[in-house]
């Protein structure tokens, strides 16, 4: 760089010459597949949601029938800018792809190096030859159940959990109504009759929206969860005094004697939950009880849990001829 005096005494300087510089694409193909289970509706961008994607230069590809099973017809993809293709093979081409359940053995085959996958991984639950397969297609794969914001909260679980949350007790309330399996009552009751005892484990998201479910079907709740803060949260958030305990094992153990409702909703932060209700304590509960495990996807904090399918959801544990009704609701 150079530098002159002027005769009037100040000084000029050269300014650096600016070169252009070539950017990376900034637009990226984003496919959305079919889900192949059964059992699975959902699908992971509805026509609203991929217009802003579109008018942002991106290209989404949508391969054809992905969104019938939530009432999303390729026409509406269509008109909101995407490309509807027959070919699965193409869709699974994207430089993205997004899906609502963990991609299977033949689905991640189809992958390709340099891929970034977007969906629930289930950790935990998958085997080690799977993660190997990922990881020598060389594909990105960002697991939503970890996908962490700012604060350090989890954002798409938070939406999950407060689904399950729900979904947990409206399912309890009706396998616990069923005469020929459950209890045979009905978790408010009515006038005359106790209602129904719900014992819920962990006072996150899962736990807040079990607990207004339970409430507001008129169901008697107890809440265990080892963070005080949050026992103190959710009364504050529920607006009403609530029974609470620590995860005591003494404590635990009386209340499951009489529950007709467990709810496993503790999220652990570093992967596999921990077995909160050993064997034991599961066949000394009442016959015809039932018990939902949310956390199923790190595992279950229940020890005889077992990751089941909704085609056939629920479990029976028959050990010293006490029933439990069991299922795992995957978030």
Known sequence: MTQWTHKYGFSLETLPEKIAVAHGASHFSIGIPCEISSTENRVAIVPHSGKPLVMQGHRV???????????YFDHEYSEAGAEIVHSRQEVFKSDILLK???????????????????????????????????????????????????DGSYPLVRTMSEIAGITAIQTAAELLCRSEFGRGVLLGGVSGVPPAKVVILGAGVVGEFAIRTALALGATVRVFDDNVYKLMRIQQIIGRRLY????????????????????????????????????????????????????????????????????????????????????????
């Open 61 to 71: 590809i949508v391969q054809a029938g992905a969104g019938l099973r939530s009432n």
């Open 244 to 331: 609470t305990s620590t995860i005591n094992p003494v404590q635990l153990q009386y209340q499951l004697l009489s529950a007709d409702v467990v709810i496993g909703a503790v999220h652990s932060p570093t992967g596999r939950s921990s077995i909160l209700v050993p064997e034991e304590m599961i066949t000394k509960m009442k016959e015809g009880s039932v018990i939902i495990d949310v956390s199923i996807d790190q595992g279950g904090i229940f020890e005889t849990s077992e990751v089941t399918s909704l085609d056939n959801p629920t479990l029976s544990n028959t050990a010293s001829s006490i029933i439990v009704y069991q299922i795992s609701l995957q978030k």
């Open 100 to 150: 609502v359940a963990p991609p299977t053995i033949d689905e991640i085959e189809l992958l390709h190096p340099d891929q970034c996958l977007i969906s629930p991984l289930q950790l935990p639950t998958r085997s080690e030859s799977y993660v190997d397969r990922l990881l020598r297609h060389r594909v990105t794969s960002l697991a939503m159940e970890y996908l962490q914001a700012a």
